[in-house]
């Protein structure tokens, strides 16, 4: 008698296990589908019922309980440690048993999980490699937490050592989570680092358990893989240090152009430059571009750069925003709108202007004897400021815009809606990428331990009374301790909310003067979004020659006539 | 009794090793208890309460005690057993005793006994850890016979999922006041008591399952019934628990027992976000004990105005912590140094960030007619708080308190930053570990958790309210939580006038002062004709610009501007001109920063508004009525702009006794008229430069404006002021009882007719004044008139208060101008600001001892030793 072929054997196989456990896969598929969409609504929608329900840690976790439960169920039902089953009898051969149930897995787990999941990367701009490392952290999470389930299920011979084996497995997770592991800014991309190539150590190792419960039938042989796999692969994982998805700072390109003209401008100068305090001029910059302040300060000997007073235009964030927009970029768009326009802005709050040069030196406390003997530094980020798009503000009010600011990253707004007694758009800064595989090219400027993230100015413009408000998108700071920056991250794929709202009231004199109706000063705005993008730092040096005309003496005050 | 122990032999034999699962999940909870594992962070990134770590513990325990062998599910296996029913029930109770209640109460035990409690504690715990069981086995043990394999995994996750999730979600959706699901959780009497409830409903729900067997989707429906049935009840702020009982109800009601409320000093403040107009006053009752006080709050306000009922604005929060909770926020409300005489010194002063808030009657609706007075019929109620001083220890690393229910420590002191880790000058943080006992029975932390005050004995200066940080928990469920957190104080310590430094910090002390709720009581009055003044702001704000984009001088940048508008022709539309009108307005509320001060308090861009005004001023000639658009807003300087373009217009249309002012400057306009009244020549001057009293007096001058300038007479600016006569002692007197100030104090106090009541409101308002540095109107005029009355006491409060006047904000310059007045009664010529800011100064150096009273001129004088 003939056997047959190994692959029909696998596919037969494959298909018991569907019409076995097709209605889990099912559940499992609509359950997949329905937390996708859940996650997408409960972003696009703000104080809904769904919002309130609240329903995210437990479709994760039912999630988890079914896809558990379904690994189980296909696994249990041939135990390969169960000698009782009918599959050691049936004419299938282990090997090909095991084969037909990783088929099944991948087909009724991962596939409709890269299915669900692909819908929501589109709209990215993602290109192939991408998509495929994306692909590849689903199939590595899965495969990695399927052949967990799978080992442990092929090594009990009963429900009740499956539970034995489940609890130990749980206790060895906590012990695991209990060791201390640096989770600092900078170890946080070797360990993303380590935690894939454990990972990847841990699947092989998994499977090749798994392999040995089902198809030698060696128990033992596959307990003391599974342990040792898991055992070894933390080690790996912290041991790993090569770190290849931090991506270096962006310098400023066009550095050798920049200069500083320093001193009163002469009138008859026509390139005097573009002031950063009158007597301190940068020359060199781009039409659009707009140089910030990271820090100011003398080079003093025996001591570290920057020294404690050092000026700043991007303060430490005090109020847990991550917008960090000033003037200055305001300012920049002035070109772009008649110039008699009216201009207010709405920018970061913990930026009140720029400091004198006197309230400079106060901080350092630095009189200006000392302060021009010093050599100071001079460090900058240039960022240049993009429109994204112009639109009727009509557009914003009635339906819900996204624009893809690069490969990866997304600005989404919900329309305008009637929320604590005001007209609020939420929407938030959306990034999906792979996290091993970098999307950018550098990483964003710091400045005071914080970062420098992407930053967008909404300017609705007046086109009737040719008034400007400029308004920098309130952005959540990013870290970990504000809870409304939602982080959904999750093994291996940034998928990141940082979310904002932006609340906006017909201005006053309108109301009280020409009677205009809200709809009609909604109808007579434009809005235009304007992405600041990172250009790259750069560091200047002044002389103490240089500092003594920055630092002009101050005139004396003429006295009093008699 | 044979068959019990056998059958429940066999239930030990079936859970046994689910029961090392329980065990090893009991043993992982008393690490977590000890912080051997999981240890307090001095920088967490998380904090969570302290239940959520024991949660596991508990799940699994849920777990264990849901089952059973899969043959006892059928009814045809038990009803055929040699077994009675009530034998099979006492065998797996027995199971549950002693798989479940006798570990978990031996680890509760181990908890305390490892902490050093006594044993009084430890058997108090012991006690409640087991009712808490024997409440969960109630519902555990029928649910067993309900869910089988899988089913138990779901029925488990939808039970958390109503319980924790599903629960709030309705009340808020409903719309119902209800307790924050959180604070029910925290309260282990509220949490037993709701569970007893709902392991009754599902013993019912048992029965009926074993009478008529449910389908898998009406059983799985049950847990997440039942998880909603365990929370929602006890979410009621009314649900009775332990925590929350009165512990001296008599006490309330002897002293409040046939008191009559005064409710006075009505005030509608308005900020953007607000949902409606809050109508605040403040609530009085004489006679309380020392070291009691209350929490008011409305339980009913009907409101009337013109004889309609006035519908209050809809509520848009709904959580609570319940009644008694309330008295928690009263730190925040009121300085505690009165309410504890052994404590501190009588003329303690508490720095309380913020307006002291008086207590909020209602929510007005915003469309309410303004100037219509209201009638109210209140039912107050008010939750008592007596607290009482914990301990004191210095402000150093390691100081301790120990009082029998509760401890803290101070690990650490930190200087110059908050409690988040920004930079901060000035700022105290204090990182502390704290002990409370937190049984369901005997509760220390709650409703009122002690507050640690920081006492400065130099400057008799009291910091009370606190920013705290993240907690991090443990064993609140155990009897005794320890909780270690960052707290800082929300007025800086370190900054000029309280006479904190970085050397001295070893010196100040921390008092903490512990409180229990007495009862509530509840009290009912009716008020009528209550002004409510013009407090009106319209929502129709436009937020704050913070940061200027015209770095030059914005009072060039804004007359520039104006100049660049393009100007309509005089006989345009009146819409084209509303535009104009409209596009001024909008830039002298952009340049609004150049009526800024500088630090010396003189204006940072000199000046006035008189060439603008000019520009506009034909424009209002010719469209009057533009002028009521004027009125419809409150920010910063407009009021001051439209007195300018009024005046103006007025001038422009050559209005009779309308010219330049001449003693506030020629931008501003002077209306100037003599005519006989009834009898008398009556001399009567308007000065259009003075700031008007309020919205109902400013309308009334813009409309008669608006008459004048369509008449071309002065007829209606006359009429406008037509009741005026000179002030009569007893109009004076009306004022000074409305509004008590120094001013008019001394006015009535040369009148022998009004002296002595003028007096003595002022003593009596002064004795009610709460011991805060920073006092706001009313409040301060009070204590000015105190100290125009020679009070010693209110001379170093008063002194106090200038001293740490911030003198950045808003009111700096007219707080201390008035203060000055208060003390030197120095009226011409009004003293610069230059010589406020030294006058400030001078303030941190002095004290009452170095003045001396003139009883004749009712004012102070600097001993001549003192003088520089």
Known sequence: MKTAPFLPRVVHQCRAEWRHLFGMALLWLLLLAFRQWHQVQVVTTWNSTLMHADLEVWLDVALALLGAGLMWRCVSAESPSNTDT????????????????????????????????GFHWRGFGLGVAQILALSGAVILAGTLLGAGAATLTALASSARQMIALAVLAVIGTGVWLVMPVDLSVESGNSALCGSLVGASFALLGLLAAWWLATVPRRRWNAAGVMLTTVVLAPFIAQAWKTDWITRPTLQYANAPKLGVKVGIADPADKAPGRGLWPTLRLTGL??????????????????????????????????????????????????????????????????????????????????????????????????????????????????????????????????????????????????????????DAHHSAIARDRELGDNFLLVLEDRELRENLAISVPLVAREKNYYIYRNQSQLWQTDENQGFEVRAWQRAEQKVFLQRTLDEWIDQQDASLWHAEERGIVELELTPQQMAQVLAEPQPKEAKKP | MNLVLHQLRKELRWLWPRWVVFFVALIYDFVVQ?????????????????????????????????????????????????????????????????????????????????????????????????????????????????????????????????????????????????????????????MHRGAAIMGG???????????????????????????????????????????????????????????????????????????????????????????????????????MQDGMEVKEAPRTRFDTRGDASNVDALPFQMPFTSLLPSSFPSDA????????????????????????????????????????????????????????????????????????????????????????????????????????CLWAADKRLVWQQVMTGLDQQRGENHGWMTLQREVTFLWSVLSPGTGVTKENLAQQELVWIGGEYLGTSRHETKLSNVDIGDGWRRKDQWPETPASLTPENPRVAFVEHVKSLPKPDLKASKAEIARYIAAVYAAEVTYEHRENLDEDLKPKWPGNDLEVAQMLAPYFREQPELLNGTLRKGMRGWYAFTDCVAGQVLQLAKIKGCTPSVSQGPHLTQYLAVRPVEGQTETFQQRMADPLPGLESREAFIQASIEAIRSGSDEPLWRMSGNHRARTDEDVWTDFS???????????????????????????????????????????????????????????????????????????????????????????????????????????????????????????????????
């Open chain 1, 86 to 117: 009918f599959s050691l009898t049936r004419p299938m051969g282990q090997k090909a048993l095991w084969c037909g149930k990783l088929l099944f897995l991948f087909s009724a787990l991962l596939v409709p999980a890269l299915i669900v999941m």
């Open chain 1, 286 to 439: 781009g039409k659009d571009e707009v140089a910030s302040i990271i820090e100011f300060a003398p080079v003093l000997k025996n001591a570290s750069w920057p020294p404690q007073g050092s000026f700043s235009d991007l303060p430490a964030n005090q109020n847990g925003f991550g917008h960090w927009l000033h003037s200055d970029h305001t300012r920049a768009l002035f070109k772009y709108y008649p110039p008699t326009a009216l201009w207010r802005q709405n920018v970061n709050n913990s930026f009140y202007g720029r400091k004198t040069l006197p309230e400079v030196l106060q901080a350092l406390r630095l009189k200006r004897e000392e302060a021009i003997q010093q050599r100071w530094r001079l460090r900058l980020v240039v960022h240049e400021l993009k429109r994204i798009a112009t639109l009727p503000y009509r557009q914003f009010w009635s339906q819900p815009n996204s624009f893809l600011i690069r490969p990866g990253v997304r600005l989404e707004f919900n329309p305008y809606a009637w929320i604590r007694e005001a007209w609020e758009m939420h929407g938030r800064v959306h990034r999906l990428s792979s996290a091993v595989l970098p999307v």
């Open chain 2, 34 to 190: 000890m912080q051997w594992v999981f240890p307090f962070l001095p920088k967490p990134d998380l904090g969570l309460p302290s239940l959520v770590w024991s949660l596991p513990m508990w799940i699994i325990a849920w777990w264990l005690l849901m089952n059973v062998p899969p043959e006892e599910h059928g009814m045809a296996f038990r009803v055929t057993r040699p077994l009675s029913r009530v034998q099979y029930w006492l065998a797996r109770m027995l199971a549950g005793v002693v798989l479940v209640m006798l570990p978990a109460m031996i680890e509760n035990a181990a908890v305390l006994l490892a902490q050093g409690r006594p044993w009084m504690d430890v058997a108090r715990g012991v006690a409640e850890t087991g009712i808490a069981v024997a409440v969960m086995m109630l519902w555990l043990l029928p649910a067993g016979t309900m869910f089988r394999g899988w089913e138990k995994y779901a029925a488990l996750v939808l039970f958390l999922y109503g319980a924790i999730d599903g629960a709030g979600s309705i009340w808020m959706k409903l719309g119902v006041v209800h307790r924050q699901a959180w604070w029910v959780m925290a309260n282990a009497s509220l």
């Open chain 2, 201 to 303: 409903l599902m013993l019912l729900s048992a029965f009926w399952h074993a009478r008529r067997p449910m389908g898998r989707l009406m059983r799985l429906a049950i847990p997440l019934v039942m998880g909603m049935v365990w929370v929602l009840p006890a979410q009621f702020p009314n649900f009775p628990n332990e925590i929350e009982q009165p512990v001296d109800e008599a006490l309330v009601k002897q002293f409040t027992r046939g008191k009559e409320i005064e409710v006075r000093s009505f005030e509608t403040a308005k900020s953007l976000e607000d949902d409606g107009l809050p109508l605040r006053a403040e609530v009085r009752l004489e006679g309380i004990p020392t070291g009691i006080a209350p929490y008011w709050r409305v339980e009913q306000c009907r409101i």
């Open chain 2, 349 to 452: 002063l508490v720095l309380m960030q913020g307006r002291l808030e008086n207590v909020r009657l209602a929510m007005l609706p915003t469309d309410l007619k303004p100037g219509k007075p209201l009638d109210l019929d209140l039912r107050l109620a008010a939750d008592w708080l007596r607290v009482r001083e914990l301990g004191r220890m210095p402000l150093k690393v390691g100081a301790t308190i120990r009082a029998s229910e509760n401890e803290v420590e101070v690990l650490e002191v930190i200087v110059d930053a908050d409690n988040r880790g920004h930079e901060r000058k000035g700022a105290l943080t204090l990182r502390l570990r704290e002990r409370h006992v937190t049984f369901a029975g005997r509760n220390e932390a709650r409703p009122f958790m002690p507050v640690l």
């Open chain 2, 738 to 868: 409305k509004s008590i100030s120094a001013g008019n104090l001394r006015y009535l106090a040369k009148k022998p007719a009004y002296r002595d009541k003028s007096v003595a409101l002022a003593r009596r308002e002064y004795e009610h004044l709460p011991m805060a540095c920073a006092l706001q109107q009313p409040e301060r005029w009070v204590l000015e008139a105190a100290v125009a009355l020679g009070d010693a006491r209110a001379l170093d409060w008063l002194l106090r208060s200038v001293a740490m006047k911030d003198i950045e904000h808003d009111d700096a310059l007219q707080v201390l101008e008035s203060a000055h007045g208060a003390m030197f009664d120095v009226q011409d010529p009004k003293p610069e600001p230059k010589a406020l800011r030294a006058f400030q100064l001078d303030c941190r150096k002095w004290s009452a001892k170095d003045f001396v009273y003139d009883a004749t001129k009712m004012r102070w004088e600097l001993k001549t030793e003192v003088k520089p």
